[in-house]
């Protein structure tokens, strides 16, 4: 049985609200994992064409389908494929953006589980979207504080790229949702960020 495409939810709306407070204009943005397609009408506001991608045809269909509706088909390309393994490498993208499956669980649940740690899965999105990232591009993606998310970040340091903590919001007792900033070198003077980090963090 075929699952739905992920839709909105907290993580989902917490993840364009960082985007939207993310000063500049793009010539091309990425997302990896499109959904029913919310994310990819944001970046539709703040770029002149969007790649989106999901490895489930149905959420491809829908978010090609949220397009038609809201008019912003001209402007999206919807791609079924792995991460952004479908696209050539190189110089791509200014800007990407991906809610990735990031709770720890062991289960094969495309949906949620961000493997053992929980961060498994969005380093491999990072992988991808890196391997197709402008030199001065920008990844915005989300992490839960329930995955070793310090790892992660430790992981993209040593890999040469620069993080921080855009905005968090707590969920419940025991989870904080991050939205996290990846950039290769120091960020461009056009790109400003209205938010204070509540975890310290320069942003």
């Not at 393994?85 to 190189?90: F, N, V």
């Not at 939205?179 to 320069?202: C, E, F």
């Amino acid at each position: 049985m075929t699952p739905e495409p992920y839709r909105a939810s907290e993580d989902t709306v917490l993840l364009a609200k960082a985007l939207e407070c993310i000063d500049g204009s793009y010539r091309l943005a990425g997302e990896i994992g499109c959904g029913a397609g919310f994310i990819t009408e944001v970046l539709a506001s703040m770029a002149e064409e969007v790649v989106s991608s999901d490895i489930d045809i149905e959420a491809a269909r829908e978010t090609w389908s949220r397009a038609k509706q809201k008019g912003f088909n001209w402007k999206v390309h919807v791609v079924c494929c792995d991460r952004l393994e479908a696209i050539k490498e190189g110089e791509v993208f200014q800007l990407t953006a991906f809610n990735p499956p990031y709770l720890p669980d062991e289960e094969e649940d495309t949906a949620t589980s961000g493997g053992p740690s929980g961060v498994e899965a969005p380093l491999s999105f990072v992988e991808s979207a890196a391997k197709r990232m402008a030199r001065n591009g920008l990844m915005v993606l989300l992490l839960s504080s329930l995955s070793d998310w310090l790892r992660a970040l430790e992981e993209l340091t040593i890999k040469g790229f620069c993080t921080s903590v855009l905005c968090a919001k707590s969920v419940g007792l025991f989870e904080d949702l991050l939205v996290i900033l990846v950039m290769r070198s120091a960020p461009r003077s056009s790109t400003r960020t209205r938010d204070t980090d509540p975890y310290g963090k320069a942003v």
